[in-house]
């Protein structure tokens, strides 16, 4: 099952506006991390949060994290034509399983 | 610098055929990581290995075998294929796993687009 949730499935915003991605998960983490994927890509990391940070900059990025409600969220500010992609949210899950589990992802469209 | 290096790019195959995916990394990385991207299902981890020698089944590990026999690389067998492995495989590589003290990210190759007709 998918540790993370992302909403809205799907954002469409003009160049120049900011864009926020939300990311739920259901159990403890370590840390989490925001990933970018362009069309026919792999994905590119942008930001890693640990659990005990709850806010953490990057140039245009913001990410927060809310470990009470389990939720993250990305702000893309001043955004531009090519932040177009798809964003994932990954959160290490369970301790010691090693891995990384990925929501389903927010498909964002940047209009000139 | 190429990072994480996936062949072949595209590849059709019928049901029933054999295939092996083949994944390398110039990074020196401990783990390596092999997932499947279906539309609306984000990615699922198929298998991974923490060192050279080792693997360990993800999420969905059924039909698919791996093999770390040198630590740059990492292959993804598909035995005897079915249209349902008809997908986009990702390899990734990092330096250490995850959990706590980790704060390494991992690093993606471009995908290997696969149809099982």
């Known amino acids: 099952s998918q540790q993370g949730e992302e909403d809205p499935q799907a954002l469409s915003i003009q160049e120049g506006e900011n864009a926020t991605m939300n990311c739920s998960y259901k159990?403890?983490?370590?840390?989490l991390q925001w990933y970018r994927q362009n069309s026919g890509r792999g994905l590119v990391h942008l930001i890693l949060?640990?659990?005990?940070?709850r806010e953490k900059h990057s140039g245009r990025l913001r990410v927060t994290l809310d470990t009470s409600k389990k939720s993250s969220s990305l702000l893309i500010t001043a955004s531009r034509a090519a932040d177009t992609a798809s964003y994932f949210c990954?959160?290490?899950?369970?301790?010691?399983?090693?891995?990384?589990?990925f929501g389903q992802g927010t498909r964002l469209t940047i209009n000139p | 610098n190429a990072g994480v290096t996936q062949t072949p790019k595209f590849r059709v195959l019928k049901t029933g055929q054999s295939m092996t995916l083949l994944c390398a990394q110039d990074?020196?990385?401990?783990?390596m990581y092999w997932y499947r991207q279906d539309p609306g299902m984000g990615l699922r981890l198929i298998h991974y290995?923490?060192?050279?020698?080792?693997?360990a089944k993800g999420e969905v590990p059924d039909g698919y075998n791996v093999s770390r026999l040198k630590k740059q690389n990492f292959l993804l067998g598909l035995e005897s294929a079915a249209p349902s492995q008809t997908s986009v495989y990702f390899c990734?590589?990092?330096?250490?796993?995850?959990?706590?003290?980790?704060?390494?990210?991992?690093?993606f190759g471009d995908g290997t687009r696969l149809s099982i007709l």
């Open positions: 990954a959160t290490d899950g369970i301790q010691g399983a090693q891995k990384l589990v």
């Open positions: 990734a590589s990092s330096p250490r796993g995850v959990g706590v003290g980790s704060n390494q990210p991992q690093h």
């Open positions: 990074m020196n990385h401990e783990y």
């Open positions: 290995s923490v060192g050279e020698g080792t693997t």
């Open positions: 159990t403890s983490i370590n840390n």
């Open positions: 949060i640990r659990s005990n940070e």
